[in-house]
T-cell receptor
């Protein structure tokens, strides 16, 4: 059972470069989330989706875009990476509102 | 914006001691969850509480949801080194609101239990 899979697991970018983080879940979950985790900041919500074709902004959406073209995939894009986007990124999914969120193992991104 | 404030941010105790972690907000949450995260891993759910005043027990862990559904606490009895980790509370937005589906986390409490 794969659950939630994030790729890549590690990445180093130069300032100004772009990249896409992929999150895939095989549990037929409706809800998907992208968070970033920085020391002392817990998990901050970047964007989320309540179903295929829908996206919504979280607390820290600036500098990121997302797409949910297929129910099982949620993509997070950085168009022009900045050092402030150095962080660990977590994707999560849940079946319906208020139920357990299952997390991927994270992507450690460093922007130099 | 729905904010969750956790306290304390750091907790370092000896094996066998009791502890309580608090999660407070000015907003009402329809549900509140507690997660535990180990280094290099994603958070894993411990419990979900949905009813004001609800108390749930999970072995040595006791979770309580405030009557007004704005706050919660996690109490650990006789802590063990295996309890060491990052504890996070998370609140689910009210159904039907503009933030429907949003899951907001507190900043976490880093617990270290020394043998």
């Amino acid at each position: 059972n794969a659950g939630v899979t994030q790729t890549p697991k590690f990445r180093v970018l130069k300032t100004g470069q772009s990249m896409t983080l992929l999150c895939a879940q095989d549990m037929n979950h409706e809800y998907m989330y992208w968070y970033r985790q920085d020391p002392g900041m817990g998990l901050r919500l970047i964007h989320y989706s309540v179903g295929e074709g829908t996206t919504a902004k979280g607390e820290v959406p600036d500098g990121y875009n997302v797409s949910r073209l297929k129910k099982q995939n949620f993509l997070l894009g950085l168009e022009s990476a900045a050092p402030s986007q150095t962080s660990v990124y977590f994707c999560a999914s849940s079946y319906v509102w208020g139920t357990e969120a299952f997390f991927g193992q994270g992507t450690r991104l460093t922007v130099v | 914006t729905q904010l969750l404030e956790q306290s304390p941010q750091f907790l370092s105790i000896q094996e066998g001691e009791n502890l309580t972690v608090y999660c407070n907000s000015s907003s009402v949450f329809s549900s509140l969850q507690w997660y535990r995260q180990e280094p290099g891993e994603g958070p894993v759910l411990l419990v979900t509480v949905v009813t004001g005043g609800e108390v749930k027990k999970l072995k040595r862990l006791t979770f309580q949801f405030g009557d007004a559904r704005k706050d919660s606490s996690l109490h650990i009895t006789a802590a063990q080194p295996g309890d060491t980790g990052l504890y996070l509370c998370a609140g689910g937005a009210n159904a039907g609101g503009t933030s429907y589906g949003k899951l907001t986390f507190g900043q976490g409490t880093i617990l270290t239990v020394h043998p």
